[in-house]
């Protein structure tokens, strides 16, 4: 136990050190009024903005917003939340998965050992998070292929294209549960033991991590950034929250960190292939899921038909995070290329699908009128009829 917790100092002290020599950490950071762990009435926190509006644009690794990217959906010349406010965290959570991650494949944690090339085992829980089932009931009889080879695991590698760009929260519920665990899970593991891993991940993974990030108005509760649990009602307390201050410094130090590995963020669709018996007439059937990229103004993706769901492509938008749920509503993180290895990233949330590729637009407009004169938007092109709807 010592070890490991000399392990965790370590890398903590390693991330303190290299964030201090990029000027990303926080100096003198105020300390939070929010508490991590108490459940006692008087340390929680007020509750964060439901359905927010806002908007945020820097240039990758200052600490400094763009004033005029600060728009409300609603209207323009408002001006929107405090950037210190805290709203309601969707699925952009698991940037934070993979930035541990990515950190252990690097060799930065000792008690993690894992490899590109370990294969995941998708526990009882992690299934029951799927909204899509696409990894439901993988058997000999029932599997994916994958490079033309049949298989009814999930590498590691291929993980990180699957809860990032397209936020399968499966893949990333079994990805914490292995890091959680410290060995490679055996089949058949019980939802309580999942639930415990989870949690172990978020508060020796999670938690040090906002802290040396000086994220201190983020709190996380579920690695996936679904909610805890809606139907018992849980206070919304239990819940992901963060603020547009500290999405900035996640996202500044992956970017400082892990440059290249922006990359799996710009897919706009994986298309997963199934072979599986039929058991009535015991012939092997095919079929494939398509998974799309959310991001509404990713230079990649293609323009859905329905309007109020509608994806912009945007030239120069070449990664992204987005996500939605019944609290935070949508919301996205992406970045835009300035050219010269210089990149701006903005952050933007709403409260409805006829602005989901309209107010980042916006704000993207905003920010680069203080930087560039003007963007490049995608010729038009044709419509393909078999194109993903992004908001389901």
Avoid: C
């Avoid at 695991?153 to 292995?178: C, G, M, Y």
């Avoid at 201050?245 to 292939?273: C, G, K, Q, S, T």
């Avoid at 920010?367 to 995608?378: D, G, H, N, V």
Wanted: proline share 6%; charged share 25%.
């Amino acid at each position: 136990m010592a070890d490991q917790n000399d392990d965790k100092r370590n890398i903590n002290s390693s991330r303190r050190d290299f964030l201090r020599q990029s000027g990303l950490l926080a100096v003198g950071a105020a300390v939070s009024r929010f508490s991590f762990a108490s459940d006692n009435d008087q340390d929680k926190p007020k509750l964060p903005e439901v359905h927010v509006k806002s908007s945020s644009a820097w240039i990758a690794g200052e600490e400094e917003f763009l004033d005029d990217s600060r728009i409300d959906a609603s209207d323009p010349a408002k001006v929107n939340v405090d950037l210190d406010t805290p709203f309601y965290l969707a699925s952009p959570t698991k940037l934070l998965v993979d930035l541990v991650l990515l950190s252990a494949l690097d060799g930065r944690y000792k008690d993690i050992q894992i490899s590109p090339d370990e294969e995941l085992v998708m526990s009882p829980y992690a299934l029951m998070r799927s909204t899509n089932s696409a990894f439901a009931n993988l058997t000999k009889d029932n599997f994916i292929l994958l490079d033309g080879k049949k298989t009814d695991t999930i590498p590691v590698h291929k993980s990180r294209e699957w809860l990032t760009a397209f936020s399968l929260n499966d893949v990333t519920q079994a990805l914490v549960e292995r890091i959680a665990n410290g060995r490679q899970i055996e089949s058949g593991l019980s939802i309580g033991k999942s639930v415990r891993l989870e949690q172990k991940f978020i508060a020796e993974y999670i938690n040090p991590l906002l802290e040396e990030l000086g994220m201190s108005n983020t709190r996380i509760r579920t690695s996936t950034g679904l909610r805890v649990n809606p139907k018992n009602g849980n206070p919304a307390h239990f819940e992901n929250y963060t603020t547009h201050r500290d999405m900035m410094r996640l996202a500044n130090a992956m970017h400082a960190e892990f440059p290249d590995e922006f990359d799996v963020y710009r897919n706009a669709e994986v298309r997963i292939d199934r072979v599986f018996k039929d058991p009535d007439s015991g012939k092997w059937l095919e079929r494939y899921d398509r998974f799309a990229n959310d991001t509404p103004n990713l230079e990649t993706s293609v323009e859905a038909k329905d309007p109020k769901a509608a994806s912009i492509p945007i030239e120069g938008v070449d990664s992204g995070k987005s996500g939605l749920n019944n609290l935070a509503l949508w919301q996205a993180l992406q970045r835009y290329d300035l050219g010269h290895g210089k990149h701006l990233y903005f952050f933007t949330t709403g409260d409805g699908n006829d602005t989901y590729a309209t107010h980042p637009k916006q704000v993207l407009e905003n920010a680069l009128a203080q930087i560039k004169p003007t963007i490049t938007p995608k010729p038009e092109k044709d419509i393909d009829p078999d194109a993903p709807t992004l908001i389901a």
